[in-house]
């Protein structure tokens, strides 16, 4: 069952982000309330998820270890750190914005989309990778905790990959370089659970500390990215209060989701 858990886990984000990139040259979400209801509603799921999914379980297991509450501390500060560093350095770009941030490039303006999708999904596929290792363990996350985390990175994947070819599809990309840029989009979030993965696996015997520590990194990551890119982009995109509702909806039904997990 647990590698039948780790499959899971990895197709069912790769695909909801590959299937929202699909959808966006098949469903018309031309007006910028939708647009930005759901950036919302990715948003809301993003926080949901890191604070039921991740900080909860790490200051659980962190009670164990003397100074478990700073080394969580210091492990969520070293993610939002991490994910800053990224924003500095990898070149991309957000749908109606003209600036481009990161270090100077030559990419073309739809490679420039995808790679901000990719940065917000590495720190989802660090966490995933991470949520695996906790679930396969002895003593880690619960095998239903970690379907919900995973049920709930699928639920936000949708519209984030809906959002990468909306603009693209729209501006006159062809629909055959839309899904080759979807497919590419949707490949960051497993090869960064892969290397999640991989690191975690290596590092038990350093230590009972070092799974909360993990576990609050990729919460701080998560937050970072939601606080910086989601919610501002959903603010400028959407009309009225649309971003907000799409927050709020996302936000619950993700908290009712880790409850049941829990």
Not at 52 to 58: E, G
Not at 133 to 150: I, N, R
Not at 203 to 219: D, R, Y
Request: charged residues 10%; proline residues 5%.
């Amino acid at each position: 069952m647990r590698w039948e858990l780790l499959v899971i886990l990895m197709v069912l984000p790769w695909a909801a982000t590959f299937i929202g990139s699909l959808s966006a040259l098949l469903i018309k979400t031309d007006n910028n309330r939708g647009q930005g209801g759901l950036l919302g509603f990715a948003a809301g799921v993003m926080i949901a998820a890191s604070i039921w999914s991740l900080i909860i379980p790490a200051f659980n297991e962190a009670s164990q270890v003397r100074f478990g509450e700073v080394f969580v501390t210091l492990g969520f500060v070293l993610g939002c750190l991490g994910m800053l560093g990224l924003d500095r350095l990898v070149p991309h770009q957000h749908d109606k914005q003209n600036q481009t941030e990161g270090l100077p490039s030559h990419l073309s303006r739809p490679m420039l989309l995808v790679l901000a999708v990719a940065l917000h999904n590495i720190p989802e596929g660090l966490a995933l990778g991470i949520v695996i290792a906790s679930a396969m363990g002895e003593s880690g996350m619960s095998v239903t905790a970690a379907l919900v985390f995973g049920a709930g990175l699928a639920l936000q994947n949708l519209p984030e990959g809906m959002a990468v070819i909306l603009p693209l599809y729209q501006s006159g990309t062809g629909k055959r370089r839309c899904i080759q840029l979807g497919f590419l989009a949707s490949l960051a979030e497993p090869v960064a659970a892969l290397v999640g993965l991989a690191f975690t696996s290596f590092l038990p015997a350093l230590g009972s500390f070092i799974m909360p520590v993990m576990l609050s990194i990729a919460a701080g990551a998560m937050i970072f990215i939601v606080v910086e890119e989601l919610i501002p982009e959903s603010q400028i995109v959407a009309k009225r209060h649309m971003a907000t509702y799409g927050f709020l909806l996302g936000f619950w039904i993700m908290a009712l989701m880790g409850v049941m997990g829990v």
